[in-house]
């Protein structure tokens, strides 16, 4: 068995020594969206440290927690912390957690709810904004699927012209409508950090198309479509990065703001779950 099979394989008998849930949605908590995992009937908590071959965050606002329970009377697996490129991980370490949740090799998981913290770039956006990712930008200069491909996870060349499920941004949008929560639809940037980018760097990225900027979610999206999983990622937008009326920001201020709007990305997320059909 090749060597990632095998690393999957070993995570999944240890996890299943603790819980035999199989769950149908995995979830990502993201910079703001820590408030979900209160939501979830917790069957069981699993530290990070505990799993082979698992990273663990270095990051003082992620947890790392792997939850197993039911959302809106839904089978979940979340993610209470997740895995940067400016920690040092590489590509492969980063989705390994994703690699685990899936269908064919791991816990079981078809669908993938994926949340983050972003800079706003569109001039109509504003700080405690929801945007709705409907597409991305690559701009980390890696990407999880170089290297050799073991096809009994995905093929070669996967297609990403969907790489956000259009139906669960359908649905997204009509649970904001009905909870009247005013939601922004966009695409989504990320750059490897940890630096906040340059007012230079905000004007590239606006003129090639982006409408939010952050330093996660791509390579846990570009995993997941490998694995034939369908996604939906939300954005908290947590700072204005417009390049000409920039003003200095820190990551307290992000997480401050992040923490304020969680309520209505909760709201979003669990709705989303109670509504979504599971095979």
């Known amino acids: ?43 069981t908590v699993i530290d990070y440290e505990e799993i082979p071959h698992f990273p663990v965050s270095t990051v003082e606002s992620h947890h790392g927690k792997l939850i197993f329970g039911k959302l809106a009377g839904k089978k979940v697996v979340a993610m209470q912390g997740r895995f940067h490129y400016y920690e040092g991980y590489t590509m492969q370490q980063i989705t390994f957690p994703v ?104 004007r590239f990225l606006r003129i090639i198309g982006a409408d939010a900027v952050g330093m996660s979610t791509i390579p846990e999206t570009i995993t997941a479509n490998h694995m034939g999983m369908k996604v939906l990622g939300i954005s908290i937008i947590t700072d204005e990065c417009f390049p000409d009326a920039l003003k200095p920001t820190n990551v ?18 669990k709705e989303v779950v109670r509504r979504m059909k599971v095979a």
């Open 1 to 43: 068995m090749p060597e990632l099979q095998t690393q999957i394989k070993e995570a999944v008998d240890f996890i299943r020594t603790r819980t035999k849930m199989k769950p149908d949605i995995g979830i990502i908590l993201g910079t703001g969206l820590g408030g979900l995992a209160k939501e979830i009937r917790k069957e």
């Open 99 to 202: 690699r685990v949740m899936g269908a064919k090799w791991g816990l079981g998981v078809r669908t993938m709810l994926i949340s983050n913290a972003a800079g706003a770039l569109n001039p109509l956006f504003r700080r405690g904004d929801v945007m709705i990712i409907v597409d991305h930008i690559n701009l980390l200069g890696d990407n999880p699927l170089i290297g050799p491909n073991e096809d009994e996870l995905g093929p070669r060349f996967p297609d990403m012209s969907e790489a956000y499920n259009r139906k669960l941004v359908a649905l997204a949008e009509d649970v904001a409508l009905d909870q009247k929560i005013r939601v922004q639809k966009g695409v989504y940037a990320a750059m490897p950090g940890p630096n906040l980018e340059t007012a230079a760097e905000y």
């Open 252 to 269: 307290k201020e992000i997480i401050a703001v992040a923490n304020k709007a969680e309520p209505k990305l909760t709201k979003i997320m």
